[in-house]
């Protein structure tokens, strides 16, 4: 894990979480969903920003008892 990388990754997604959001405001729109969006498109299950995190895994298997 590379503190620096990651505290870089989430300024840069909180930038581009607020310039999106002021954008959206020019148009009319409000700034949270544009907000929840950003954040969905950043998770590490999208893949559609760059993330040296992994998402979770769950390892308990299902039980046949």
Same mark, same amino acid.
């Given at each position: 894990? &590379?503190?620096?990388?990651?505290?870089?990754?989430?300024?840069?997604?909180?930038?581009?979480?607020?310039?999106?959001?002021?954008?959206?405001?020019?148009?009319?729109? #409000?700034?949270?969903?544009?907000?929840?969006?950003?954040?969905?498109?950043?998770?590490?299950?999208?893949?559609?920003? #760059?993330?040296?995190?992994?998402? #979770?895994?769950? &390892?308990?298997?299902?039980?046949?008892?």
């Amino acid at each position: 894990m &590379n503190l620096g990388e990651d505290l870089l990754t989430l300024g840069i997604l909180l930038v581009v979480a607020y310039v999106l959001g002021r954008l959206g405001k020019l148009i009319g729109l #409000p700034s949270i969903p544009i907000y929840m969006i950003v954040g969905l498109l950043a998770s590490p299950y999208s893949g559609w920003f #760059p993330s040296t995190s992994t998402p #979770p895994t769950s &390892n308990s298997s299902p039980s046949s008892g």
